[in-house]
């Protein structure tokens, strides 16, 4: 027995390693990040020393303007103050250029510091941009969770929506709540025929039917949303049959909708609804029909009284597939849809990739692995079984 | 029990008019690209072998499926080897909290791609292996092992335990029994775990997006940077051969679950 | 017999097209009665009651329910119960639901409703497990959970598909007593497929012998066992010894050895080939000594002792010995005298 688990332990071991070392550890670093601060304290760690100490009234003792005209002068020779200009930028626009200004100026600056910063940038004369600086001293923050929420930290820690034009997470996770919704639905909708007519079906159609199920199912999710960017293009077949019918006037523009999203996202996904519908109900013994009708249920009667019942689970399980992989796909809407139709993943994407803002992808990262978190989770207890993913 | 006529009818329509909606778009694909002109319209009027052309002669196509296959393949050896590994040991194992094992090693399956993407992209940097084959061999084989893992799982609760405590008896060590006398009743799930590793290697787009260097596109990268680029019918190609990869996987994977059921009743 | 309930006319069953599966079926239930329809594996019995449950429709003939055709009523139209093999009890839904399912959907009052639960569940003893899920349940007891649901809005007429084929031997003899008490207390006519004859036997009022699509046989229990209508019915029920003889006149036939055989009068020719049938048990073991039959084999069996003989020509001749006289068992290798009751043997035609 001990033996047979040591064998157990060092077949399981190098899988374990791998999964640690490539996907646990560095997603929990990644979340770690949507709290982390350390930029600040790391460029400017003198200025952060005295401003904590520093009771927050009025503005700061000589000491700190000296550190700071100082420190930022270091960081540029360093070419660490990019990291702390886009840090303080995302706590308060215009800050870049009070950073980048004050670093460029540093050799040239002399004592009264107090006097001569304010001199050369008025900020400096604010108590609020020095409490920003002492709020950012690290270790942690708030800023980004509550930023991806639309909130923000006023300078004295307190809590409040973030300015109108910065608000727009809100309505990004909503969105992408919707759309996956929509989706879902729709998925559902036109699945449960599907599935339930291939489970009746006789034999050999019924395998036809299922591999023409497969066939999407197996087939690249890059292609098939290819597939329907071409075919909905201005001058492609959809449109082009569309005209010659004499549906539409115009070629009609598709290609960067919610249309097209949706559309995109119910073929990509459709086929994930149907397998675990149809494998629950093809596992449903037809007697359960055959006995509710020798009991006295009429065709309606056994649907909605046996049939539905029995084949829910496998609705749960295929609808929270959907949705699962609606809420965090990126493809799709990254390939067919317009600005105002990406959702979540194109976000963090972009935070990652054009704007280098590693706390904001972590945030909305962490957001996003909680509402699939909180699926997955319901979808286990609702259905007692496996939901796994794939695309 | 049969169903109403009209209400047969009904839903047999409303499943040809799904499977129709499902389909269509692939088969529209594969007849564009055969077109012989840039435009896209059916019908084609026409027959040319000119995208195909164009993608054999092109070398970034060319390199893209090279380093497609190589990490497809890399991963598929890998992910089948661990995974295999790792699903036999939970089988054998005898220890609490074997659930909990089985939900951290298939995990990589429900985390939205784009956050496995960003985690790896991050982690991978600080130890220098993003824009390396290897580090996308790595990162593909976390998101393919799952399967591998879940299918061969999938087979051995058919597995007879009695068999290997036969073999024990007849002499053959714990590692000799496994592999003379699992393995050889196993495959067709370990089989299956490949064919899907290789299956979502090669069609990984997300997280090649981030950890593959500037020059190392994979087929699904340079289809999406040429579609975002300008639209040509050579990207109708590569999705037709793409597309034909995966009839191919299908074919596998029914056969194997055909030997499967067979090797169960036997 | 009284009153009839079912009939079948001329009904034939074809899945394919081509291969008969039920030929020619002519079957009266009458009321109140519990008929079993027996017969060996693939012999058309499931079939035949899944017509008349309206779940398989015949390919010609009609059958009628208390006088008029049903072939067009759909099942659940029917008002038939049917218990089946695999029981078939809903699974999402508990005891008490699967129970109250067909009073539901006739909308009876509530309170009707739990009263019926309440009698039905105290029928089979299962007092306490309303609240049960089927998948809490023994085999023994989804059986009578399934049992009652097929009772409980009193069907005029109940089918019973092997309900008790998954169940081992003991639980199976109780639930046949069970069985039997429930048809005798409601009066409700029960329609009963089995391949096992000593259940046909134990329950029923009269038995359907089927083999391959067709009833060979219609009788009380004792008929059937005791009078077989041909070779196929004696064969199958019971054990038998089965001879070829040459009839030598109404009463006398010869055994390949050249003995007679004493009968009963029967009405075949004489010169004519034919088939006998005897039951073991039927045949009267004599004194040892200079006799007509040597003992091969002796199987001690509790209550009875089972012999094989060499006789008439043949080494595959049994006889039982009951245990009721201080006789002693015959050694293997001793010569006994035996003795064939004229009215033992039963006699067809050959072929
Ligand atoms: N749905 C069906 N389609 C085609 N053939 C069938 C079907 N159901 C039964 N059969 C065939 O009809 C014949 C009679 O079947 P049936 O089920 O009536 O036999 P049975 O007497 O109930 O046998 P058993 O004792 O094994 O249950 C068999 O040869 C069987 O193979
Ligand atoms: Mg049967």
Redesign the interface.
């Known amino acids: 027995m001990r033996r047979t688990n040591w064998l157990a332990a060092l077949l399981i071991a190098p899988l374990l390693l791998l999964i640690l070392g490539s996907f646990l550890v560095p997603v929990g670093l990644t979340l770690f990040r949507a709290v982390q601060d350390r930029e600040v304290a790391q460029a400017l760690p003198e200025t952060s020393a005295i401003l904590a100490a520093w009771d927050g009234q009025g503005l700061p003792p000589e000491a700190a303007f000296a550190a700071v005209a100082r420190e930022l002068g270091a960081a540029l020779e360093a070419r660490r103050i990019g990291d702390v200009a886009q840090r303080m930028n995302f706590a308060r626009t215009g800050m870049r250029s009070t950073l980048l200004r004050t670093a460029r100026a540093a050799e040239r600056l002399r004592a009264p510091y107090a006097a001569s910063l304010v001199a050369l940038d008025a900020r400096w004369g604010q108590a609020e941009t020095w409490l920003l600086l002492r709020s950012a001293g690290g270790p942690v923050t708030s800023l980004y969770l509550l930023r991806a929420m639309d909130f923000t930290q006023t300078p004295d820690g307190g809590v409040v929506q973030a300015p109108t034009d910065e608000r727009l997470y809100r309505t990004l996770f909503l969105r992408t709540f919707g759309i996956s919704l929509l989706v879902t639905a729709i998925c559902v909708l036109l699945a449960y025929p599907v599935a339930y007519t291939i489970a009746r079906l006789r034999a050999p159609w019924s395998s036809i039917a299922l591999t023409l199920v497969l066939i999407p199912f197996w087939s690249s999710v890059l292609v098939r949303t290819t597939a329907w960017f071409v075919l909905l293009q201005r001058e492609g077949p959809v449109n082009g049959a569309l005209l010659g019918m004499g549906l539409l006037e115009a070629p009609a523009q598709v290609i960067g909708t919610r249309i097209a999203v949706v559309l995109a996202l119910v073929h990509v996904l459709l086929p994930f609804a149907i397998l675990p519908m149809h494998s629950v109900m093809t596992r449903l013994d037809a007697t359960y029909l055959r006995a509710a009708a020798s009991l006295g249920a009429n065709g309606m009667q056994r649907f909605l009284r046996v049939w539905l019942p029995l084949s829910l689970p496998g609705v749960l399980a295929g609808g929270a597939m959907v949705f699962l992989l609606a809420v965090g796909m990126y493809t799709a809407p990254a390939l067919v849809g317009g600005d105002r139709d990406q959702m979540v993943a194109w976000f963090i994407a972009n935070f990652l990739n054009r704007d280098v803002n590693w706390g904001m992808a972590a945030a909305l990262s962490a957001y996003l692995l909680a509402m699939t978190g909180a699926i997955v989770a319901l979808a286990r207890i609702l259905t007692g079984g496996m939901v796994g993913a794939r695309g | ?1 049969r ?2 006529p009209l ?1 047969r009818i009904l ?2 329509g ?2 040809a008019l ?2 129709l ?3 269509a ?2 088969v ?2 594969v007849v ?1 690209s055969f077109s012989p002109t840039e ?4 019908p084609p009027g026409g027959f040319s072998l000119r995208w195909y052309e164009d993608f054999l002669t092109a070398g970034r196509w060319v390199l893209a499926t090279r380093n497609s296959f190589v990490v497809a393949i890399a991963t598929t050896l890998l992910a089948t080897l ?2 295999t ?2 699903a ?3 089988q ?4 609490r909290g074997k659930a909990v ?1 089985v939900t ?21 940097a600080i130890i220098g292996l993003t824009g390396s084959l290897l580090g996308l061999v ?2 593909h ?2 998101v393919a ?3 591998v ?2 299918a061969v799982l999938a087979t051995l609760q058919t597995f007879d335990a009695n068999l290997l405590r036969a073999a024990a008896s007849l002499g053959a060590p ?2 000799l029994a496994l592999l003379r006398v699992m393995v050889p009743n196993i495959w067709p799930g370990i089989a299956a775990g490949a064919v899907f590793a290789f ?2 290697s ?2 990984e ?2 997280i090649t ?2 950890m593959a260097g500037p020059g190392q596109f994979t087929l ?1 990268r340079q ?2 940077a040429s ?1 975002r680029e300008s ?1 040509t019918p050579t ?2 190609a590569a ?1 037709t051969l ?2 034909l990869c ?2 191919l ?2 074919l596998a ?2 056969v194997l679950r055909l030997r499967a059921a067979r090797k169960l009743r036997a | 017999m009284s009153e009839i309930l079912v009939s079948f006319r001329d009904v034939t069953k074809s899945y394919d097209g081509r291969v008969p599966v039920v030929a020619a079926l002519n079957l009266d239930v009458h009321r109140g009665e519990f008929l079993t329809l027996l017969g060996p594996s693939g012999s058309g019995k499931t079939t035949t009651l899944m017509m008349l449950a309206g779940f398989e429709d015949p390919s010609s003939g009609s059958i009628a329910l208390e006088g008029t055709r049903i072939d067009t009523v759909p099942p659940h139209r029917r008002g038939i119960g049917v218990v089946f093999q695999n029981y078939a009890l809903f699974p999402h839904m508990t005891v008490a639901q699967n129970l109250a399912f067909p009073l539901s959907i006739r909308r009876l009052p509530k309170a009707e409703i739990a009263a019926r639960i309440a009698r039905a569940l105290e029928m089979v003893r299962l007092p306490a497990f309303g609240d049960r899920k089927p998948s809490q349940l023994s085999g023994g007891q989804q059986q009578r959970v399934a049992l009652a649901r097929a009772l409980i809005f009193e069907p005029k007429l109940v089918l019973l598909d092997e309900p008790l084929g998954a169940l081992d031997k003991q639980l199976r003899e109780e639930l046949q007593a069970e069985i039997r008490h429930i048809h005798a207390r409601l009066g409700v006519t029960m329609v009963y497929v089995t391949h096992d004859q000593a259940e046909a036997l134990t329950l029923s009022d009269r038995i359907a012998i089927f083999h391959e699509g067709r009833i060979q046989q219609i009788d009380t229990p004792e008929a059937v066992y005791e009078r077989p209508a041909n070779p196929f019915v004696a064969g199958f029920i019971g054990e038998s010894n089965r001879l070829t003889v040459q009839v030598v006149d109404t009463t006398r036939l010869r055994l390949e050895d050249g003995s007679l055989l004493a009968t009963l009068p029967h009405a075949l020719p004489p010169g004519t080939a034919a088939l006998v049938s005897i039951r073991p048990e039927r045949v009267v073991i004599g004194a040892q000594g200079p006799g007509n039959a040597v003992v091969e084999e002796v199987v001690y069996l509790g209550d009875h002792c089972r012999l094989r003989l060499a006789h008439a020509g043949r080494a595959d001749f049994i006889a039982k010995l009951p245990r009721q006289d201080a006789m002693a068992v015959p050694t293997p290798g001793t010569r006994i005298t035996i003795g064939i009751p004229a009215d033992a043997v039963t006699v067809f035609p050959a072929g």
């Open positions: 029990m169903e109403h209400a839903l047999r409303a499943t799904v499977l909606f499902l389909l778009p692939m529209a694909v564009l435009l896209m319209v059916l661990l995974g590994m790792a036999i040991g939970l054998l194992g005898r220890f094992l951290l090693l298939t995990l990589p399956m429900v985390t939205p791609y784009i956050v496995t993407a960003a985690a790896m992209f991050f982690a991978y790595l990162a084989t976390v092992v799952p399967f893992v879940v714990p590692m299956a979502t090669l069609d787009f997300v997006l981030f699904p289809m999406y579609v639209l990207i109708l999705a793409l597309f995966s009839l996987f299908l994977s029914e």
